[in-house]
């Protein structure tokens, strides 16, 4: 089912969602949760707390925990899109199959900028160096060896129809899907990116360098490629922030064909076209603080609706007649 939670600010629902049920949810999984932010003073991070509370029923249905947020991929730049996808391994297969390649036996390692064999030695497979300024702060500039290639010369003869490794990097992810017309293997992740509205960008570009919505996307795009395995919980918390309105709907797309697929999705939502579109609601208040914590109703929003003491009744109300 596809779950929002509402209530006003400081209601407690990330309390709810983002903590407690995602701790004793991956505590049950046994799973380790992702490790918080570790960048800032460590004595100001917030010190961990034991959550209470258990789980009364419900997760014989849950096999995996997913945490979709806008936080940035990976911290370094050598994570770009088509690596954190996935695309990049059957990309580089198809490098090590043509004739060429076979001939020099470089298999796919070969054409991994992460390797030593084939990067460029000098940026060691960055594509820009670190120059030191006397008395300015140090700039990063193309490689000066490679140009930004990232790869050696060698490498860089291997091309696979008419491109090297280090052209379909630069491919848009609209120009890659048009070239990989021929291997499904490769198409499949490019027409997810293409229909959460990421064909604009390039296969190499820095995960670092994507927009928190962006992200997020990027994030919800390698879910949906998965092969359908279903039974995971998907927890979101305000994943509309910052997003256009039709980013929106695009946002709604992804997240029912993930329910579609057999999984559960929890919102954490101030967004009406998000709460009026989920299956069941879960308002969380009545009001902020000491006046929070408590469930006000649970029900399809249609219902919820109808709930007199429920804050985020007579703006469904509205919206559900508009
Ligand atoms: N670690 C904490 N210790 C004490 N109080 C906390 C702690 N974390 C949150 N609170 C308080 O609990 C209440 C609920 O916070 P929570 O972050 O769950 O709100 P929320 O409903 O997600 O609000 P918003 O919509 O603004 O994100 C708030 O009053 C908050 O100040
Ligand atoms: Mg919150
Ligand atoms: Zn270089």
Not at 49 to 54: I, L, P, Q, S, V
Request: proline share 6%.
């Amino acid at each position: 089912m596809f779950t929002a939670v509402t209530g006003v600010s400081g209601s407690g629902k990330s309390s709810l969602v983002s903590q407690v049920l995602v701790e004793l949810v991956a505590a049950q999984l046994g799973q380790a949760l992702p490790a918080e932010d570790e960048e800032g003073d460590p004595l100001e991070r917030a010190a961990p707390e034991a959550t209470g509370g258990r789980l009364a029923s419900g997760l014989a249905g849950i096999r995996r925990l997913v945490q979709v947020d806008q936080r940035p991929i990976g911290r370094t730049p050598r994570s770009n899109l088509a690596t954190y996808t996935g695309l990049f391994d059957p990309v580089r297969q198809l490098f090590a199959s043509t004739p060429e390649a076979k001939k020099r036996r470089y298999d796919a390692g070969r054409f991994s900028f992460n390797v030593a064999k084939g990067r460029c030695e000098n940026c060691q497979g960055e594509g820009f160096v670190m120059v030191e300024l006397l008395f300015l702060p140090s700039v990063y500039a193309p490689c000066p060896v490679c140009h930004g290639a990232r790869y050696n010369e060698k490498t860089l003869e291997i091309k696979y129809q008419d491109k090297s490794i280090a052209d379909v990097l630069g491919l848009t992810v609209d120009d890659a899907w048009a070239f990989f017309a021929d291997d499904a293997t490769v198409r499949r992740p490019l027409t997810v990116l293409r229909d959460v509205g990421l064909g604009y960008l390039r296969l190499g570009q820095p995960a670092t360098e994507l927009s928190g919505g962006e992200a997020q996307r990027v994030k919800l795009a390698t879910e949906l490629q998965r092969p359908a395995r279903g039974h995971t919980l998907y927890v979101l918390d305000e994943p509309t922030t910052g997003l256009h309105p039709s980013d929106v709907e695009r946002l709604l797309l992804q997240l029912n064909a993930l329910v579609e697929a057999g999984n559960t999705v929890v919102v954490v939502e101030h967004e009406m076209r998000v709460i009026a579109a989920a299956d069941w609601l879960i308002d969380i208040g009545p009001g902020a603080g000491d006046e929070g914590g408590k469930v006000v109703i649970a029900a399809p929003p249609s219902e919820v609706a109808g709930a007199p003491n429920s804050r985020i009744a007579p703006y469904l109300v509205r919206f559900l007649a508009g």
